[in-house]
């Protein structure tokens, strides 16, 4: 069976940090991209981050870059994405997603989805 299982979600004030993980289960995680996306309360979920697990190839939205950075525990089949100076406007559920590539900005394309880890960060 397949899985994604996030954790790391947490209330975090402004400016602060947090680690991110998708512990993955079912798959080759080798031969696969892992990522996540967001949601906040009443928006479209939006791409974050995503690699590619074969060669380490990264992608990062633009309001990602800079601040969060994803790394592929391939030992371990973990995803981790570290997220620092974080803001108001990054609340919201962060979910972990699985493809055979990235596809930044369109969540139709992965096969697989956690469950989410709901990110609160207050000012």
């Known amino acids: 069976e397949v899985q994604l299982v996030e954790s790391g979600g947490d209330l975090v004030q402004t400016g602060g940090s947090l680690r991110l993980s998708c512990a993955a289960y079912g798959f080759g995680f080798d031969d696969y991209a892992v990522g996540w996306f967001r949601q906040a309360p009443g928006k479209e979920r939006e791409a974050v981050s995503c690699?590619?697990?074969?060669?380490?190839?990264?992608y990062y939205a633009d309001f990602a870059r800079g601040r969060f950075t994803i790394s592929s525990d391939n030992a371990k089949n973990t995803v981790h994405l570290q997220m620092n100076s974080l803001k108001s406007d990054d609340t919201g559920v962060y979910y972990c997603?699985?493809?055979?590539?990235?596809?930044?900005?369109?969540?139709?394309?992965?096969?697989?989805w956690g469950q989410g880890t709901q990110v609160t960060v207050s000012s």
């Open positions: 690699i590619t697990n074969s060669d380490d190839r990264t």
């Open positions: 997603v699985a493809s055979r590539e990235c596809h930044p900005g369109d969540p139709r394309s992965y096969e697989y």
